[in-house]
């Protein structure tokens, strides 16, 4: 057996298995919420062949030793920062949503921030890994500070959602790098002393979904009438759900982009408590399987790679459907491996290869 092969057959079943589960569950919502004109819609189709792409990104980087990666991490910064900025190149840089966050490239239309997320994991695992012994210096946490500050404000002009996530998966990492709780602690006074200068990057719309979430009960403040639809529409689903393609709230179009930000509320109407809650655990064993490899991965870098993806997944899953059913502003951020689009599932499996690779890469070899 020669190495490669090996490689891929040390690949994690569990994750593997929790990933094609999801595939299979986003691509039959998908169809579910045009099933009134076809099945298979452009959108299935466009998921399919994201997904497509997604397992030949992930056998590719398999490939290679994750480790080779942290030698270019100051490239992988430039990198970043010239893909956030596309979207102000004229003639390249669309609106969609409000906001200026995707490029056309004539055959599809691509996000920059979602191949970023997976770059940012990459920039900031390198930087601590390289700065391991000086984590309890405050210095060395302003200078981590410094790095993904430039990143997430670019984001955040544009996709406060988007920077919510960088944010929140930058504090996982440096708290996953074990860092002194003292200097933590200063750095963290001076990312909240920060808020409100993040708020004035904001633009108008974003402050609006803020005053929207301080504000449920006023339905004509934007987002709140598509959050309460949602909530009828979770409700309505009882124990089992009206039955796979029966959502009334979802055919009559009440649920708000239901094949994106709000794939939840059309899970929870048509496959009810016990639909939603199979999905929960699903996102529970992959998350938990992703905290083994972390704790078994042969380096520090490595272990900091898992730390990122985990702090990505998990405000991503609990941001989505925690804002489908008014706790959490709506922010268009959308559920991994589930909702659609192109763009973010791509960078959903781009981060499921990097796991797979720490953990392929923390068996021993035996031929």
């Not at 891929?8 to 004109?37: F, N, Q, R």
């Not at 480790?67 to 430039?78: K, R």
């Not at 399987?289 to 405000?315: K, N």
Request: hydrophobic share 55%; glycine share 8%; charged share 15%.
């Amino acid at each position: 057996m020669d190495y490669f092969s090996y490689i891929y057959k040390s690949v994690d079943k569990v994750i593997a298995l929790v990933v094609l589960i999801l595939a299979l569950i986003s691509v039959i919502m998908i169809g579910s919420t045009s099933i009134d004109s076809g099945f298979l819609s452009r959108s299935v189709i466009v998921q399919t062949i994201a997904y497509g792409i997604g397992v030949i990104s992930i056998l590719f980087i398999l490939r290679f030793n994750y480790m080779v990666i942290e030698d270019i991490s100051n490239w992988l910064y430039v990198l970043a920062i010239l893909l956030l900025l596309t979207v102000y190149v004229p003639g390249l840089g669309i609106e969609q949503f409000s906001s200026r966050s995707w490029i056309d490239l004539k055959f599809i239309t691509l996000q920059p921030s979602e191949i970023v997320k997976i770059l940012f994991i990459l920039i900031m695992a390198g930087y601590l890994d390289r700065n391991k012994d000086d984590l309890y210096n405050f210095r060395c946490l302003l200078k981590a500070g410094l790095i993904g500050a430039p990143i997430i404000l670019i984001v955040l002009k544009e996709d406060f959602g988007s920077a919510l996530v960088f944010a929140f998966t930058w504090l996982v990492m440096l708290f996953f790098a074990g860092i002194d709780a003292k200097a933590f602690a200063k750095f963290l006074a001076i990312v909240l002393a920060m808020v409100p200068v993040a708020y004035i990057f904001m633009a108008d719309y974003q402050k609006e979904r803020l005053e929207a979430f301080l504000h449920p009960d006023n339905l004509s403040l934007p987002g709140n009438y598509q959050v309460w639809q949602s909530k009828v529409a979770i409700g309505s689903g009882g124990l089992f759900g009206k039955g796979l393609f029966n959502g009334t709230q979802k055919s009559l179009d009440f649920i708000p982009v239901q094949t994106s930000d709000f794939i939840f509320s059309v899970i929870g109407e048509e496959l009810g408590l016990v639909g939603g809650v199979f999905v929960i655990v699903l996102y529970g064993v992959l998350l938990v399987r992703m905290m083994h490899i972390l704790y078994d991965a042969l380096d520090f870098y490595g272990a900091l790679i898992v730390s990122g993806v985990i702090g990505m997944f998990t405000f991503q899953i609990f941001e989505n459907i925690a804002m489908t059913m008014g706790l959490m502003p709506v922010t268009g951020i959308t559920l991994p491996f589930l909702s659609y689009g192109g763009s973010a599932i791509i960078s959903n499996m781009l981060a499921i290869g990097l796991v797979l690779n720490v953990s392929a890469r923390s068996e021993k070899i035996k031929f």
